[in-house]
């Protein structure tokens, strides 16, 4: 079951509310917006099972679980195999990469859920599902997306960092400049002039750099 068009799907982006499905799992039948609740969520493809490059990040997706959940993030994995194939992988992975993989992968032999997605790239990788990453707000709103060719693997530092990234200028009127990690300083939106504004928002005050460049401790912290 799925509640987006495969054109709508072709053209998500940031802002989109992602499309819900139903899908069969390592964990079970899964329906997606109710699996979501009010969590973040990383939904992320990979091409193929019992593949060296996959196994490392499935690997590191389940050990960094302490800080996924820290964030309120659940995980989710998806690629073109059988969910009984997945199971029988993650013995593999657990074996190799020393993790307890808790997380579900959807079984996706019919390309369902990855077409919803666009998730297959066939210039790229003919019929497998390439690496894309959908990060994913309480709202079920689309807030990042990553793709990645199947001979590269991802890195899990930068989609937590994103995640920072977002959950921090939600909650705050500040953007993150360049490589920005949490802690430290962040940047002023230009269109923030008014100074009781400017007092109110950053009471650890200000630096200006240029009239367009204004950086400010982490509000947060
Ligand atoms: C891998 O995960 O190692 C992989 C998967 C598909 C194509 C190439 C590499």
């Known amino acids: 079951m799925t509640t987006a068009t495969a054109t709508e799907a072709a053209n998500l982006r940031l802002g989109d ?96 859920v ?19 990453v959908f990060i994913i707000d309480p709202n079920k709103k689309i807030r990042l997306t990553m793709t990645y060719p199947a001979s590269t693997g991802r890195n899990f530092d930068e989609i937590l960092r994103v995640i920072d990234a977002l959950q921090l200028t939600d909650g705050y009127k500040v953007a993150t400049p360049v490589n920005w990690k949490d802690g430290q300083d962040v940047i002023i939106p230009p269109a923030i002039q008014d100074p009781e504004e400017l007092k109110k928002n950053y009471p650890k005050g200000f630096k200006t750099i240029k009239p367009y460049l204004r950086v400010t401790p982490q509000p947060n912290k």
């Open 17 to 112: 509310i992602a499309p819900d499905f139903t899908a069969d799992t390592t964990a079970g039948k899964l329906e997606f917006h109710k699996w979501l609740g009010d969590s973040w969520a990383v939904f992320f493809s990979h091409p193929k099972d019992f593949t060296p490059v996959c196994t490392t990040e499935l690997g590191e997706a389940a050990r960094r679980s302490a800080d996924f959940k820290k964030r309120n993030v659940k995980v989710l994995a998806l690629s073109v195999d059988s969910s009984e194939s997945h199971n029988k992988w993650k013995g593999d992975i657990e074996e190799t990469q020393k993790c307890a993989v808790d997380f579900p992968i959807v079984g996706d032999e019919s390309k369902q």
């Open 114 to 132: 990855a077409n919803l997605y666009g998730m297959i790239h066939p210039k790229a990788l003919d019929s497998f599902t390439v690496r894309t």
